[in-house]
């Protein structure tokens, strides 16, 4: 059996489907007054097996596909963004959303290989910003605070 | 004052014109930008929205969604490459003539397509939402449920070789939805004990982080491609009446296949662009000289494209069932406002529906001015870096994401959802399934379970309903369609070799 990706992501399904689908029968689904014999796992059981079966054909689907790997500068710079978007909304909660918009947007470009400073620098001072006043203060939308400072 | 009156009073106000011009002039730099998209356009612009009125919150998505199928074209008639999906086979006459010198030319073709295709769909808007929401009041949960499967087995069936990839895509938009609370017994499901996740995954932080994260994932993971260069004097020039004769035939043919298009569900203004040009191939006085610059081909893919945008409302308005994920982005966003798109919308709201009609009139009107002024303007846009784009769509988003519930979990969901949807995008699984399967996911369960207290838990009385069965073989003949056409291109196969 060839392994592709698509192989390897209908694995990861099916294998998750089954776990969900084994914590159906957890005790705590059985103390519901049904409606007509169907509790509240009912239709997502019914889902459970269908996703059951469309991941083992999507692996299926997979054996016939090739192995394509990736390449290494390209797996770089999506990982680099994926993990710098996760800090940064991880930040968000901790350091409030100025301070950490205003690493995230000098961040992420620098990630993308993108290295004209000066227009960094200015997107970095403006954008942030602009944008934290315009919701924190014209449409008075509570974004995250920081703790270490009253009024943003 | 009768609905009429007060939908027009609706718009009649500043914050609601402010927000039709700039809900447009924003959909349509949106548009021109390759790869941000309507459903982007939406996701950026919702935090604006939660503060705003009714009426002005849907201008601007209103305006963003016809304005961004309309931008698309500039980028595919100025640099060869399509804003938006929907603009693709605009490039195939648009580019062409940009390279003649006449860009101008080709934008004021495209721009006075899409404005009559635009308007046209809100005639059809206007006559079959109506019709369909006094027809759907006769549905009991069970037709419900049956139009439910129906909408996302053709969401599901459009991922043209991806069929089961998009099944499961569906699947687990409906299981996601089942998380929280549920609504009939009040029990809780799949909340692992999480407080968070009582009030279950929400459906706007799920579609930031599918549409707009993965977006930025997918560009991080591609080769970067060097700016475009624009060297065509960029500009609008309206077509003389004279050129008009002999394709208005190949016009309204367009409009309507977009508006018929547009109704379907999981079609889309893509689908429609490309039929109507197929069809202007085979049909048109100029057919030999389509591809080269050819008028009849832009007026073929433009008016077809931007017809979809008031058919694709007509489900969404009349049933409260989305056709695709911009439509079903703004039913979630529709909610919030406390709007709740179906039937009753048009007994209960009748002057929001007027209001909507002639919100979408407005913004096609818009469109046309902003297009004729600005499209030399707009090709600016093509200058941003891509990398500073990225980061500034995503800080907008997941705004969005946050200022739903004003919930930091939400942030998480939109990351995962953001991973999840690279991972498939990456991989060929289509996410538009996923979103229809998170909207649809309440009606479908619980219209099925209230259809089976009424039927006593006897499915196979489901299929004694004429409207339930009508859907249910139509839904499987979609489900087999794939499978006869594979059976039948092998037995030929088999009977060209022996």
Partial sequence: ?152 | MDAFGLGLEHILTIPALVSIVVGTVLGVIVGVLPGLGSVIGITMVLPFTFTMGQIPALALMLGIYCGSVYGGSISAIVINTPGTPQAAATALDGFPMAQRGEADLAIGWSTMASLIGGLFSVVVLIVAAPQLAAFSLNFTAIEYFALGIFALICIANVSRGAMVKGLLSGAIGLFVATVGVDSVTGDMRFTFDNFELTAGISLIPAVVGLFALSEMFVRASETHMAKPEINHKVGFRLPRLADWKGRIGILLKSCSIGSFVGALPGTGAATAAFISYSEAKRSSKNRDKLGTGEPDGLIAAESANNAVTGSAMVPTLALGIPGDPVTAVMLGTFIVHGITPGPRLFTQHLDIVYAIFLILIAVNVVMFIVGAIGAQAFTRALRIPEPILMAMVSVIALIGAYGVRGNSIDLLTAFVAGVVGFVMRKNGFPLAPMVIGMVLSQMIENSLRQGLLITRGDFGAFFHRPIALTLFILTAAILVWPAVKWLVRRRRAGGANA
Avoid: C
């Fill in chain 1, 1 to 152: 059996m060839k392994l592709s990706w698509t192989t390897v992501i209908g694995g990861a399904f099916f294998l998750t489907t089954a776990a969900f689908f084994y914590h159906t029968f957890d005790p705590a689904y059985n103390v519901s007054a049904v409606t007509a014999g169907k509790g509240p796992v009912f239709f997502p059981r019914i889902l459970l097996v269908l996703m059951a079966l469309f991941s083992l054909g999507v692996i299926w689907q997979g054996t016939r596909e090739a192995f394509q790997p990736i390449a290494r500068a390209q797996f770089y710079h999506a990982l680099g963004a994926i993990a710098l978007t996760g800090i940064y909304i991880l930040a968000i909660t901790w350091a409030g959303f100025l301070i950490s918009s205003v690493v995230f947007i000098f961040a992420l470009p620098w990630v993308l290989n993108y290295r004209n400073l000066k227009v960094i620098a200015a997107i970095t001072a403006v954008y942030p910003v602009a944008t934290w006043y315009l919701f924190e203060k014209v449409f008075k939308i509570i974004l995250p605070s920081s703790p270490w400072f009253d009024w943003f």
